[in-house]
C-alpha cells in the first residue's frame, strides 16, 4: 500500500520518473545501498518505526548509516 501512495505522489507532484522495489532480504545498511546502486537510485526514502516523542527528532540507526555512508 506504501508503495502504491509513493507512486501517486510522484505523479500529482509531477515528478520525472519513479521505479519502486520492494525488496525481501534482511534490513541492513549494505542491502539498502546496494539496492540503491543497481537501481541507479537518485534518492533513498526509507520509512520509520512511527516512534513518538523526542525519538521523532533522532533517526534511526540504519537510516543514519545510511545517509552517511550512500552516495
Known amino acids: 500500500?506504501?508503495?502504491v501512495e509513493a507512486e501517486?505522489?510522484?505523479v500529482d507532484?509531477?515528478?520525472r520518473e519513479i521505479e519502486t522495489q520492494l525488496i525481501k532480504a534482511e534490513v541492513s545498511v549494505q542491502?539498502?545501498?546496494k539496492a540503491a546502486e543497481?537501481?541507479?537510485a537518485a534518492l533513498i526514502v526509507m520509512g520509520?518505526?512511527?516512534r513518538k516523542d523526542?525519538?521523532?527528532l533522532t533517526l534511526g540507526r540504519v537510516a543514519e548509516k545510511v545517509l552517511n555512508l550512500a552516495k
Open 1 to 3: 500500500m506504501a508503495l
Open 8 to 10: 501517486k505522489l510522484s
Open 13 to 15: 507532484t509531477r515528478a
Open 31 to 33: 542491502t539498502i545501498i
Open 38 to 40: 543497481e537501481a541507479g
Open 48 to 50: 520509520s518505526h512511527g
Open 54 to 56: 523526542s525519538l521523532k
